[in-house]
Nanobody
């Protein structure tokens, strides 16, 4: 069964840190571009960070550059998002997404994890 399960969200004060995890099962993340998205109330879902399997690089939204870091552990089939210097505007539901590098119809989403940045 193909599944992406996010964890690690919660309530944190401004300036704090959180580490989100995305556990993949039923497929190997080695052949998938792995991305983190987020959606705040009343706003569209937006790409936060991604790992490209074809270029091998990472990309970030301008709003999180220098504060967030995406990484993966292929041996554990896990993807992470380290979030530092969190701001109230980072409050959102964070989703993990997998895009197959060869078959564009194979796209998987997790159920999301809530991140709330508030004092």
């Amino acid at each position: 069964q193909v599944q992406l399960v996010e964890s690690g969200g919660g309530l944190v004060q401004p300036g704090g840190s959180l580490r989100l995890s995305c556990a993949a099962s039923g497929f190997s993340i080695n052949i998938y571009h792995m991305n983190w998205y987020r959606q705040a109330p009343g706003k569209e879902r937006e790409l936060v960070a991604g790992i490209s399997r074809t270029g091998g690089g990472t990309n970030y939204a301008d709003s999180v550059k220098g504060r967030f870091t995406i990484s993966s552990d292929n041996s554990r089939n896990m993807v992470y998002l380290q979030m530092n210097s969190l701001k109230p505007e980072d409050t959102a539901v964070y989703y993990c997404k997998a895009d197959n590098i060869l078959n564009k119809s194979r796209v998987y989403w997790g159920q999301g994890t809530q991140v709330t940045v508030s004092s």
